[in-house]
């Protein structure tokens, strides 16, 4: 069965996008430590981020590092912090979180909670920044 990240770089499950190319996607967390926390993923469905080719792996870094430009364009932020956990969803995939502090980056903080038309405008501003 594909996983939920599979299904929504597919279309098949709504997200928040951010930006995509032919072999990765970025899209908002639903449950965020910070506004314009992101998730970048492959579209290639693997578990374990290090578990990935080579190739795969380099290119997720680098279509990373474009939308953290566009983070820090877009959202008031000292830096953008990146986390890898996995703990959840078994689906490789790097946290992108703006920073103000280092304590912004526990994810044992309590989690914002957004309507629709904040992440939506947040998505929009991030996208528009890329
Ligand atoms: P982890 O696998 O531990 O890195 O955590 C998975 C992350 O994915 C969590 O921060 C969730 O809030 C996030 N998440 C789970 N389902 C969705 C979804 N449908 N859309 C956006 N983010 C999600």
């Known amino acids: 069965m594909a996983s939920i990240f599979s299904l929504i770089a597919a279309g098949q499950i709504p997200s928040y996008k951010i930006a995509e190319d032919e072999n990765y996607y970025a899209f ?27 190739q795969t792996y380099a290119g997720l870094w680098a279509f990373a590092k474009k939308v953290a430009e566009g983070i820090k364009a877009a959202i008031p932020c000292k830096r953008v912090g990146v986390a890898v956990l996995g703990m959840e969803v078994p689906h490789a995939h790097i946290h992108l979180v703006p920073l103000q502090t280092e304590g912004d980056l526990n994810f044992r903080n309590k989690k914002l909670s957004l309507t629709p038309e904040e992440f939506n405008e947040i998505a929009q501003k991030i996208a528009a920044a890329i």
């Open 28 to 54: 908002l967390d639903i449950n965020p430590l910070a506004k314009g926390h992101t998730l970048v993923i492959p579209k290639k469905e693997v578990d374990y981020i290090f578990d990935l080719d080579e």
